[in-house]
């Protein structure tokens, strides 16, 4: 039995409930490839919808890769900022595209309390955290998102984020109330227990070596069974290998790393009273929040390599020692890392490969949110024929880059870093 990768998360779980493997020849409706939440969410959606018998399959466990190990940001938006999406679709398209992420966050919240999922949910709205000196910045893109987009992002005054966030670092910022931040694997557990009681088949440790779609009957195969059924949805994210090479040839893994403190008590309200969750205004950004046993979760970087850094803790400490020079050599209980699956265009990647065959992927590190929206679309799409997969067609699947894939992105990551330390020298 696959265990979690070590991690905070990982380590505070719920409960140990494990599905079993696949051992035999099955018959359902639909079949769903890969238990992240693009996978959880269409499966739930599909139920919800009326979907008489529905099997998610998994090649490790629930909520295994990015959608275990991330930092629990659930926000609106996408990896693609909300400027390169309305200069790429225009503002009726983009504002539409939005508004689903929007729903989607109010149907995450809805789905905590209509099911009851203990995961340490803090609907407290994420803080938007100025690196730079320079206000406009703030107010352009307070104007923008209420212009172009129609939500309201509070200005922070800098004296007014300093009584929040008790570092200089930090010039001001945006509040985004419709946010939230939670235990994200005890979220996807807990929704997988969800998808269980609604009739739906969960498989783990079972990984998928061939998919036959060409057919009227999609064959999913695995070393001890077989999957036949209707309708099937790839959902692999970062994780998904070389399976289905018209979708995977798309996708880049891409790596990001996080932290955890030790419990720093009554001390953490000295360093951050906010109960937002907070990410700043870089490219290269670091993200971190408060959790329930008052660590402090840390996160930030990017690799293409996928090896983790043999000195990844000394890495984030100087990163958070950066915000907060007073925690340089506070105790850290837990470092990890996760791939995110990412596509070159940063947009979603839903659409369909042949007639009842689906993909749910590419969400860029910006899932937890858009993952929900892609379930239901898809969901929607297989149930009841709804068409608004076609709204992300522009995007497709564009090849990944082969080999070079990893270099492009690592550059284009180190050029925006360059970008950001020149702006910082330059105030």
Request: glycine share 10%.
């Amino acid at each position: 039995m696959t265990n979690y990768p070590t991690s905070y998360y990982a380590e505070t779980l719920n409960n140990q409930i494990n599905y079993p493997r696949l051992e035999q020849n099955i018959e359902v409706e639909s079949c769903v490839i890969g238990a992240g939440y693009a996978g959880l969410m269409t499966a739930l959606g599909l139920l919800e919808r009326g979907a008489k018998s529905v099997a998610l399959i998994e090649k490790h466990k629930i909520g295994w890769g990015a959608s275990g190990r991330n930092g629990g940001f659930v926000f609106a938006g996408f990896s693609l900022s909300s400027r390169a999406l309305v200069k790429q679709a225009g503002v009726v398209h983009a504002r539409e595209l939005y508004g689903l992420t929007v729903s989607a966050v109010d149907l995450i919240r809805e789905r905590i309390k209509k099911f009851d999922i203990a995961c340490d949910a803090v609907d407290e709205g994420v803080i938007w955290a100025n690196w730079f000196k320079d206000q406009k910045l703030l107010h352009d893109e307070k104007n923008f998102m209420a212009e172009k987009m129609q939500v309201d992002w509070e200005y922070i005054s800098p004296q007014d984020l300093q009584q929040q966030i008790n570092t200089e670092q930090y010039h001001g910022g945006l509040f985004e109330k419709n946010a939230m931040h939670f235990h994200p694997l005890n979220y996807a557990r807990g929704i997988a227990e969800v998808i269980q009681k609604k009739g739906g088949q969960i498989f783990e440790d079972s990984e998928v070596l061939d998919i036959d779609y060409q057919s009227s009957v999609k064959k999913i195969k695995t070393s001890d069974g077989t999957i036949s059924c209707k309708n099937v949805v790839l959902a692999g994210g970062g994780y998904i290998g070389k399976l289905c090479k018209p979708v995977a040839r798309s996708i880049l893994p891409i790596a990001t790393y996080v932290m955890t403190t030790e419990p720093l008590g009554d001390k953490l309200s000295q360093y951050l009273s906010s109960k937002a969750a907070v990410y700043d205004t870089r490219f290269a950004f670091d993200y971190y929040r408060a959790l329930k046993d008052t660590r402090l979760l840390w996160g930030g970087r990017i690799h293409a390599n996928t090896q983790t850094p043999e000195n990844l803790e000394a890495l984030l400490r100087k990163d958070l020692a950066k915000v907060f020079p007073d925690l340089k050599d506070v105790a850290i209980d837990h470092v990890w890392d996760g791939w995110m699956g990412y596509p070159r265009h940063q947009m979603p990647q839903i659409g369909t490969l042949a007639d009842n065959v689906w993909y749910n992927i590419g969400y860029g590190g910006h899932g937890v949110g858009p993952t929900t929206m892609g379930g239901e679309i898809v969901a929607s799409a297989i149930m009841n024929g709804d068409q608004r997969f076609q709204k992300f067609s522009n995007w497709g699947l564009p090849w990944n880059g082969g080999p070079f894939g990893p270099m492009a992105a690592q550059s284009s990551y180190w050029w925006f870093q360059f970008k950001d330390w020149l702006k910082e020298s330059l105030e």
